[in-house]
């Protein structure tokens, strides 16, 4: 019902930034929540940041005061803005919807950031 394309992935020097996007497409108007969370080699996924349609936000302790979440409802889009990035970031960042009837995950996009 809900398909999700992450972009926006890439290799950047730590300190460095990256934005990612997240564009929904198909039943658009059963979503409520989108976010992001992160998976590094070896380890179990971690949540960064959710927004709701409403524009309500919360971010994990690891990322708070470097990493904005907004959402564009208009382009069923949402955004990830990673501001002053440290190699523990390194990780494949995915993206969530959520509605009342499913949650649903995009397919992932690499964020490499070197020491």
């Known amino acids: 019902q809900v398909q999700l394309v992450e972009s926006g992935g890439g290799l950047v020097q730590a300190g460095g930034s990256l934005r990612l996007s997240c564009a929904a497409s198909?039943?658009?108007?059963?979503?409520?929540?989108m976010g992001w969370y992160r998976q590094a080699p070896g380890k179990q996924r971690e949540f960064v940041a959710v927004?709701?349609?409403?524009?309500?936000?919360r971010y994990g302790d690891s990322v708070k005061g470097r990493f904005t979440i907004s959402r564009d409802n208009a382009k069923s889009t949402v955004y990830l803005q990673m501001n002053s990035l440290k190699p523990e970031d390194t990780a494949v960042y995915y993206c969530?919807?959520?509605?009342?009837?499913?949650?649903?995950w995009g397919q992932g996009t690499q964020v490499t950031v070197s020491s």
């Open positions: 969530i919807a959520t509605s009342s009837a499913a949650d649903y």
């Open positions: 198909g039943s658009i108007f059963s979503i409520n929540n």
């Open positions: 927004i709701s349609r409403g524009g309500s936000i």
